[in-house]
């Protein structure tokens, strides 16, 4: 089982930048991906980025070149740098820890960017 506990969200300024972290808990060693999705109003929620175990990384096309997913194992905890952020950013962001056999979410942080 695993757990995770998201922090960093918050209100911005248009071409602004937060840090998003999201610190795992429970049985670390099983996670092969986790990520970042996100959710607006009246839209579905998306992927917005994520990292394996191997380090790979994928993001939503609209982010590429201004938010970065990195991990610090020895913390057990995967961040999102989010910079040169848009009113089109502000959702309720998820993190999300998946295994061979289940999905695992957070409890969701609001990021709100204001033009």
């Known amino acids: 089982q695993v757990q995770l506990v998201e922090s960093g969200g918050g209100l911005v300024q248009a071409g602004g930048s937060l840090r998003l972290s999201c610190a795992a808990s429970?049985?670390?060693?099983?996670?092969?991906?986790m990520g970042w999705f996100r959710q607006a109003p009246g839209k579905q929620r998306e992927l917005v980025a994520l990292i394996t175990r191997d380090d790979v990384t994928n993001y939503l096309d609209s982010v590429k070149g201004r938010f970065t997913i990195s991990r610090d194992n020895a913390k057990n905890t995967v961040y999102l740098q989010m910079n040169s952020l848009k009113p089109e950013d502000t959702a309720v962001y998820y993190c999300?820890?998946?295994?061979?056999?289940?999905?695992?979410w957070g409890q969701g942080t609001q990021v709100t960017v204001s033009s």
């Open positions: 429970g049985s670390i060693f099983s996670i092969t991906t």
């Open positions: 999300n820890a998946k295994d061979v056999f289940r999905n695992y």
